[in-house]
Every structure is written in C-alpha cells, then in structure tokens.
Nanobody, 117 residues
Framework: QVQLVESGGGLVQPGGSLRLSCAAS????????MRWYRQAPEKERELVAL????????QYADSVKGRFTISRDNAKNTIYLQMNSLKPEDTALYYC??????????WGQGTQVTVSS
C-alpha cells in the first residue's frame, strides 16, 4: 500500500533549524526522483527541492537555495530536508512526493513548519 509519512516539523524561531523526514512505502522508492513541496497560507503549493533517484543531483527553489539541503537514504526508503537559517516566510505545510505518487494524486498529511518569534 502506498504511503508517505512526513515528520519533523514544529515551531522554531527565525534563524533556527529543523530536519524533516519522509518515510515512503508501497512503491519502488529507489528508482524515483523525490521532491519536497510546501504550501503556505494564501499561496500555491510550491516545489522546494528535488533529488534524483541515486541522490547524485539536487535542485532547489531560489527561495531556499543555500539554506535547505535535500538528501535520501534508499536503504530506509526515506528522504530528508535539512532546513537552516529559517525565515518566517518558510512557514508552511511541507509534503514529500514522487512521480509515482503524484501521477496517482496521492499526498501524505504533510508536516507543519512554523517560523516565528
């Protein structure tokens, strides 16, 4: 059964850090690119970061470049998003996804990140 479970969000002050995790199951995780998305209040869902199946190549939205790092552990069917130097505008519900799950219109519940003083 396909499942994506995001975790690691929370409340953090500006300048702080969080590490998000996404545990995937129910598909051949290691052959798919994986992505982190976020959706902030009053905004469209945004692609934040992408990592290729082998973990060699990564891509980031300009808004997070230099602050966020995406990684994956195929042995654990898990991807991560290390978030440093957090800003209030990073506040959003963060989701992971893949081509496999996107084409099936599947989304997990997400994990909430709130950056506030």
């Amino acid at each position: 059964q396909v499942q994506l479970v995001e975790s690691g969000g929370g409340l953090v002050q500006p300048g702080g850090s969080l590490r998000l995790s996404c545990a995937a199951s129910g598909f051949s995780f290691s052959i798919y690119d994986m992505r982190w998305y976020r959706q902030a209040p009053e905004k469209e869902r945004e692609l934040v970061a992408l990592i290729t199946s082998g973990g060699i190549s990564t891509q980031y939205a300009d808004s997070v470049k230099g602050r966020f790092t995406i990684s994956r552990d195929n042995a654990k069917n898990t991807i991560y998003l290390q978030m440093n130097s957090l800003k209030p505008e990073d506040t959003a519900l963060y989701y992971c996804n893949s081509y496999f799950t996107l084409t099936r219109n599947y989304w997990g519940q997400g994990t909430q990140v709130t950056v506030s003083s």
